[in-house]
C-alpha cells in the first residue's frame, strides 16, 4: 500500500469534510453571529461531540483497531466476524441505554458543564432542548466509529474519511431551509446533527456488505461477553478511555469557564477551533488513521525496523506540513477570520476576539499534531498505560496554566493553556518512543529543520506584509475581491514555501512509503 497516496486520499475527502464544515460556520455565523444561542447550541453539540471522541473515535478505536487487526493477520475470517459481530452487540445495547440516559439527564449534564448558563434562563433552557435533541448521536456515531475501525483495516479509508460532510450538509441544509421556518431558528441545528448522525451509519452500511463483514447484532448480550476478543478490547479501553477522558474534561473545564467570560466566549473559541481543525484533521487525523492499522501490522509481525520508519515518516511529513499551517494562523490570522466570518451580525470585535484565540492556538498547533501522531505508536503496541500517565500529567499542566493565562488573556488564555498542554505532551511521548527503543530518528534530520526554518522564516515575513498592508475588515464591504485576494496570498505563500525547499535541495519523492499489507492482498 502506498502510504502517501492513502493519505491523500484521506485528506482530499477530509478537505471536503472540512470545506463543507467552515460553509456551515459562516452561514451560523452570518445568521446568529456570536450570540447567546450560539453559545447554547455550541455548548450543547459539544457534549455529545465530547462523548463522541472519547468513547468512539478514541478509545474504543484505540483498543479495537489493533486487536482487530491480530485477528485479522492471524486467526482469519470466521474469528474475525465473530469478534465483530460480538463487539458489535455489546456496544449497540449500551449504547442505546446512555443515549436514554443522556436525554433524560440533559438538565443536570448541562448544570455540570455550563454553570454560566444557570442565571440565565433562556440560554440554559435552549442548551438543555437542543443537548436532548442530540444526545442520541453520540450512539449513532459510535456505531460509525465502529464501522469505520473495520473499513479501515481492510485499507478502505474512502467512506470512513467521506462521512463527516454528511453532517455538515445536513446543517447546512438545516440553516437554509428549515431554520427560518422555525419560532427558535438555532433549534434546526440540533436536529440537523441527529439527521446526520443517521446518515453517517447509512452510508457505512453498503461497504461493509461488499466487504462481507456486516455485522450481525444479537440480543444475547451474554453470548457476546463470552467472545474472548470483547473481553481484550474492553480491558483496553479502560485505560485508553482514561487517557482520552483526560483530555476532554481539560475541554469541560474549559467550556465551564468560557461560559463565564462573557457572552460570545464560547463562540470565539468554536469559531477559532474551526480553523484549527483543517491543518489538524489533513493531516493529524489522516496520518493517525493510515499509521495505526499499519503499526498495528508491524508490532504484531516483531518488524522493529518498518516500525520505526512509519514513525519517522509520519513525524516528517508533519513538521513539513504543520509549521507553515503554524504560522499561518499565528501571522494570518486576522485575513482567514475576516475572510470567513465577517458577514452579518459577525463584526470587527468578533474578528478581533477570534483571532486572538486563533494566534493561541496557532502556537501549539505542530505539538496537536505530533500527538496524533506519536499516540498510535503507543497503543499499535497495545500499550495504554504510557498515554494515560502522560494525559494525567498534562491535564494538571493545562488547568494550573489556566490560572495564569485567563487572568491575562480571557478566552484566548484557554486557548494558549491548551497549546501549552498539548506541547508538554508531544514531549513526553516522543522522548518516551525513544527511550523504550521504539523510534529511532532517521539520518538527515539536522539538515531537514534547517532547511524548513529558512523557508518558514521567508514565509511568515511575507504573510505579515500582507496582514498589515490591507484593511481586512474594510474590504468586507467588496466580499469577492477579498476573497480573491486572501485566496492569492495563500496560493503565493505555499509557492514561496515549497519552492523556497525546493531550491535549497529538498526532493518531495523521498516522503514516498510503500508498505507490504496482508489486508490489501486478502480482503476477505
Known amino acids: 500500500m502506498n502510504l502517501l497516496k492513502a493519505l491523500a486520499t484521506i485528506s482530499s475527502l477530509t478537505m471536503l469534510s472540512r470545506i463543507t464544515g467552515l460553509m456551515r460556520e459562516i452561514l451560523i455565523a452570518r445568521a446568529f453571529g456570536a450570540s447567546d444561542m450560539t453559545d447554547a447550541f455550541n455548548v450543547a453539540f459539544r457534549i455529545p461531540n465530547l462523548l463522541r471522541r472519547v468513547f468512539a473515535e478514541g478509545a474504543f478505536s484505540q483498543a479495537f483497531v489493533p486487536i482487530l487487526n491480530e485477528y485479522h493477520g492471524r486467526r482469519g475470517l470466521d474469528d474475525t466476524r465473530s469478534l465483530i459481530d460480538a463487539v458489535s452487540t455489546i456496544m449497540t445495547w449500551v449504547l442505546v441505554a446512555v443515549s436514554a440516559l443522556g436525554v433524560i439527564g440533559a438538565p443536570l449534564v448541562m448544570t455540570a458543564v455550563a454553570t454560566g448558563f444557570r442565571g440565565q434562563s433562556e440560554t440554559y433552557d435552549a442548551a438543555v432542548f437542543m443537548t436532548r435533541v442530540m444526545f442520541p448521536y453520540i450512539g449513532l456515531i459510535s456505531m460509525v466509529a465502529l464501522a469505520s475501525g473495520i473499513l479501515n483495516t481492510w485499507r478502505n479509508f474512502g467512506v470512513p474519511a467521506f462521512t463527516p460532510v454528511l453532517l455538515n450538509l445536513c446543517l447546512i441544509f438545516a440553516a437554509l431551509f428549515v431554520g427560518p ?8 441545528q440540533a436536529w440537523g446533527v441527529l439527521a446526520g448522525g443517521v446518515l453517517q ?29 470483547v473481553r481484550r478490547v474492553i480491558r483496553q479501553m479502560l485505560p485508553a478511555l482514561l487517557a482520552v477522558s483526560v483530555a476532554q474534561i481539560s475541554q469541560i473545564i474549559n467550556t465551564n469557564i468560557a461560559s463565564r467570560l462573557g457572552a460570545g466566549s464560547v463562540s470565539y473559541l468554536t469559531y477559532a477551533d474551526r480553523l484549527m481543525e483543517f491543518p489538524t484533521a489533513l493531516l493529524g487525523v489522516a496520518l493517525g488513521t493510515i499509521l495505526l ?3 498495528s501490522r508491524a508490532s504484531a509481525d516483531g518488524n522493529r525496523e518498518e516500525y520505526s520508519g ?28 475576516a475572510v470567513l466570518f465577517n458577514y452579518g451580525r459577525f463584526d470587527a470585535h468578533a474578528v478581533e476576539m ?30 495504554i498505560r504510557t498515554p494515560v500517565k502522560i494525559a494525567l500529567l498534562v491535564l494538571v499542566i493545562t488547568q494550573a496554566a489556566n490560572s495564569v493565562f485567563v487572568p491575562m488573556f480571557a478566552h484566548a488564555g484557554l486557548a494558549l493553556s491548551i497549546s501549552f498542554g498539548s506541547s508538554v505532551n508531544a514531549l513526553l511521548l516522543f522522548f518516551g518512543l525513544r527511550r523504550r527503543g521504539f523510534y529511532r530518528p532517521a539520518p538527515g534530520w539536522g539538515m531537514f529543520l534547517l532547511q524548513l526554518l529558512a523557508a518558514v522564516l521567508i514565509l511568515a515575513g511575507m504573510l505579515l506584509w500582507f496582514t498589515r498592508t490591507f484593511d481586512w475588515i474594510a474590504l468586507g464591504a467588496t466580499p469577492g475581491l477579498r476573497i480573491a485576494l486572501m485566496a492569492s496570498c495563500l496560493v503565493l505563500a505555499a509557492v514561496v514555501y515549497f519552492g523556497t525547499l525546493w531550491l535549497m535541495g529538498l526532493r518531495y519523492s523521498a516522503f514516498r512509503r510503500k508498505t507490504t499489507d496482508t489486508a490489501i492482498r486478502n480482503p476477505q
Not at 421556518?181 to 434546526?188: E, G, K, L, R, T
Request: glycine share 8%.
Open 181 to 188: 421556518h422555525m419560532a427558535q431558528p438555532i433549534y434546526a
Open 201 to 229: 451509519l447509512a452510508i457505512q452500511i453498503p461497504a461493509l456488505r461488499k466487504l462481507g463483514v456486516m455485522p450481525r447484532l444479537s440480543f444475547s448480550v451474554r453470548k457476546a461477553w463470552a467472545n474472548d476478543g
Open 293 to 295: 492499522p499499519s503499526l
Open 310 to 337: 512509519l514513525l519517522d515518516w509520519g513525524l516528517r511529513l508533519t513538521f513539513l506540513l504543520a509549521i507553515p499551517c503554524a504560522v499561518g494562523l499565528f501571522v494570518f490570522g486576522e485575513p482567514l477570520t
Open 354 to 383: 477570534t483571532r486572538q484565540a486563533l494566534v493561541a492556538y496557532g502556537t501549539g498547533l505542530l505539538a496537536l499534531i505530533a500527538v496524533k501522531i506519536l499516540t498510535p505508536g503507543f497503543y499499535a503496541r497495545q500499550d
